[in-house]
């Protein structure tokens, strides 16, 4: 798989705005029209900056990006295409079923998308309506089929698990349905129930059915078998994709490539300095794209801090962290810096140690955040 290199650069794009909020969401999204205000503060955010590196991928999330009318999100391409884009960029644009149409895909195929990624969450409408989904699974095969008939070849499906009241059975039938669409990336992800949500709120009085964890890993199990055989590659450990198609956008973020954020919250990686644009709003269109008012909590990463960074992002990929790109990028062995931590997970059976590489066993996958936070 290609990774971009320090001449490289990954750019993300926030929308923050959805037809509806959903149950569950705790992302920096609203259930507003779009506001041609931040179209035009997001805009000139973009052409504020000078000399950028070759964009190699593009990811315009939110959100959902698909409710902006096309002639927004073409306003947004010209801005990013002033800068140099490589020929073979991957382009993704984020969608939500209900959402996309002959026109607005014709539209995002001639801006030079290349890859769409449909939240579908789960196979089954009482399922959806639960989950505060705007549509409903006969649409998302709509517009699942329009895309491909439009000639998108490279889709991701996200799926959720863990949902309340869901049996390993109908778990089960989403990702077989989900796979035997031939769909080229599938995300999988538990439900976390957040704070401040409608299901936190169901769930901080007792009214939301809670799925124990031992359920929980059964299902995750269920997607790494259940996917495999149907022909995908686990190469993330909530993602899974047919051979050549893993997100490369995301790949690059894991192997802490630089990219840079716009928009509302979005995230940059720098040179191994990591901040934020704000959050607010209000702030956010005052700023009217100055760069450097945008920007919060601004933290130029220690060598110690890179190091940790690149275990636990590397140990997310299947294939786990190479002891010699660890060495040829700190000048220091893997095994001195984390030797006893790789050893007290090994001997576990949670890490793997295999020739030059450290990699997360299944039984690690389950529990990656305990093994992970050994490397903070
Ligand atoms: S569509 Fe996505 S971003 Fe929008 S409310 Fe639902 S989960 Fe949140």
Redesign the pocket.
């Known amino acids: 798989m290609e990774i971009i290199g320090p001449d490289r650069l990954g750019v993300y794009v926030h929308i923050p705005y ?5 149950q ?4 920096l ?1 609203f ?1 507003a029209p779009p506001d041609t205000r931040y179209l035009d503060a997001l805009c000139a955010e973009i052409r504020s900056c000078e000399g950028l590196p070759a964009i190699d991928t593009i990811y315009i999330g ?3 990006p698909t409710v902006l009318p096309p002639s927004f999100i073409e306003k947004i391409f010209d801005e990013l295409f002033r800068h140099k884009v490589t020929a073979d960029a991957e382009i993704t644009v ?1 969608s ?1 079923p209900g959402t996309l149409d002959a026109h607005m895909l014709g539209a995002l195929k001639r801006m030079g998308v290349n890859r769409l990624s449909l ?1 579908l ?1 789960a196979w089954d409408n009482a399922r959806l309506r639960q ?4 549509h409903t699974l006969e649409i998302f095969l709509k517009n699942w089929e329009a895309a491909s008939a439009a000639g998108f070849d490279n889709i991701n499906v996200d799926l959720m698990f863990a949902l309340p009241g869901q049996s390993a059975e109908e778990w089960r039938e989403t990702l077989e349905r989900a796979a035997a669409l031939g769909t080229a990336h599938i995300s999988a992800y538990a439900l976390t129930v957040e704070e401040g949500t409608p299901f936190g709120e169901l769930k901080r009085r007792g009214m939301l059915p809670q799925v124990s964890d031992e359920d929980d890993r059964a299902m995750y199990a269920d997607a790494k078998r259940i996917l495999r055989d149907q022909g995908y590659e686990h190469y993330e450990i909530s993602n899974f994709a047919k051979p050549g198609r893993y997100s490369r956008h995301n790949t690059n973020c894991w192997n802490r490539k630089n990219y840079i954020g716009f928009g509302l919250g979005a995230h940059s990686f720098i040179d191994e300095r990591r901040y934020h644009n704000t959050a607010d709003m209000k702030k956010y269109l005052d700023a009217n794209g100055c760069r450097q008012c945008l920007a919060e909590d601004m933290v130029q990463l220690t060598e110690r801090e890179a190091m940790s960074e690149f275990m636990f992002l590397g140990l997310r990929l299947v294939r786990g962290v190479s002891a010699e790109n660890f060495k040829r990028r700190f000048g220091v062995p893997l095994a001195r810096v984390f030797g006893a931590a790789v050893d007290k997970y090994a001997g576990m059976g949670l890490l793997m140690l295999e020739e030059d590489t450290v990699r997360l066993s299944d039984r690690g996958m389950d529990v990656a955040n305990l093994v992970m936070s050994e490397f903070l």
């Not at 569950?24 to 992302?27: E, M, P, Q, S």
């Not at 989950?131 to 705007?134: A, D, K, T, V």
């Open positions: 959805c037809a509806s909020k959903c569950y969401c705790d992302f999204s259930a939110g959100g959902t984020e939500n939240g969450q989950l505060g989904r705007i």
